[in-house]
């Protein structure tokens, strides 16, 4: 198959991409190994997608589907194994078939790192979350546990205690690896409590919503919810001895350009202070806009 713009990963930002490309009048091929619409199909309840009002992430990605097919983007089932450039030209090798393209948008996204422990599935979207943007208005006036000690545990352990009642702060060692400044603030809020030393050995509920965690210290802790921040994992083994990575995350400058003249990055998967489907999106708007420019340079 050939293609003026592969993108690789439909989530927001992949399919936003996709969107501008074909919009821009380039054949583009879209390609994803599960169903379009990334980590939205985990969102029970997304409102602060501007403009959209409040929705389902299924329905929402769903409606970046519908949107990117509309402009002409050819949208395939299949994973990516392997990215080389010969001359000018992209080859994509997949599990069906081999990708030429002159420019790739990658936007093959993160996943949240998992506690696994007993409860973890079967509550996540009724009270267990890996965003705090996205469900912590859930629980407003409620008692909310965090588990983590990163820069991502304490800003949102933070932000959900201006939400909550009050703020049950989980983490396994005595000493947070988040930012000093950050530890200050979790430290001076008066609603978060922290319980150090311990790790989380299962969440329980009555089958819909979250009542406690058990702790390995044998506590049972009563919590209306319980958001995870233990860390992401970037979806970006493919571009390992290819791109220039940093603890996983693609590198790219403020175009979504990566080390690699003519591959662009955006979403989860790149390098960026804030991951949220609007700014995924706006990654996908911003390295299609570049792509174009790279494919016009070709021909100069
Ligand atoms: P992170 O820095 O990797 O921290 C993960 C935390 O989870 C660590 O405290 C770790 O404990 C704990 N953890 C890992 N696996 C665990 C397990 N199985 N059970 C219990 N605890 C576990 O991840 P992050 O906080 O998501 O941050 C990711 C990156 O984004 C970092 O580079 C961070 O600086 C950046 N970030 C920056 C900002 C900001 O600048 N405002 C905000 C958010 C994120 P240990 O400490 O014991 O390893």
């Known amino acids: ?48 997608y501007p403009g959209a009002g409040s929705m389902s992430g299924y329905a929402l990605a769903e409606s970046f589907e519908k949107q990117a097919a509309s402009f002409g983007v050819r949208i395939e089932f299949m994973e990516a194994k392997s ?16 990708i030429r393209a002159k420019a790739v948008i990658f936007a093959s996204g993160a996943r949240h790192r998992h506690l696994g422990c007993p409860g973890e599935e079967e509550y996540q979207g009724k009270g267990v979350s890996y965003c705090a943007t996205c469900d912590g208005p859930f629980f407003k ?40 400044a950050l530890q200050d603030r979790v430290r001076a809020a008066g609603n978060i409590i922290l319980h150090m030393n311990r790790n989380v050995l299962s969440i329980n509920g009555n089958g819909k919503t979250v009542s406690s965690l058990t702790l390995t210290s044998g ?8 958001f995870i921040f233990v860390g992401i994992t970037p979806n970006s083994e493919l571009l390992e001895g290819f791109a220039e990575l940093s603890g996983g995350f693609v590198v790219t ?27 995924a999106a706006g990654d996908g708007a911003l390295a299609a806009h570049s ?10």
Do not use: W
Request: negative net charge; charged residues 25%; glycine residues 12%.
């Open 141 to 180: 006036g409620k008692s909310i546990a965090v588990v983590g000690g990163g820069d991502t545990a304490l800003t949102d352990a933070l932000y959900l205690s201006r939400i909550g009642r009050e703020v049950h702060l989980i983490h396994r060692r005595d000493e947070f690896r988040g930012q000093k």
């Open 291 to 300: 792509a174009d420019e790279y494919i016009q340079s070709l021909k100069a």
């Open 83 to 98: 990215i080389t450039k010969e001359g000018s030209t992209f080859i994509v090798t997949t599990d069906s078939d081999a």
């Open 253 to 279: 400058d403020s175009g979504m350009r990566t080390s690699v003249p003519g591959l662009f990055a955006a979403g989860d998967v790149r390098d960026t202070p804030f991951r949220q489907v609007v700014t």
């Open 1 to 48: 198959m050939e293609c003026d713009v592969l993108v690789i990963g439909c989530g927001p930002a992949g399919l936003a991409a996709a969107g501008y490309s074909a919009r821009a009048g380039y054949s583009v091929i879209a390609i994803d190994s599960l169903a379009p619409g990334g980590q939205l199909l985990y969102i029970h309840e997304i409102e602060n």
């Open 219 to 226: 506590e049972e802790l009563p919590a209306d919810a319980a």
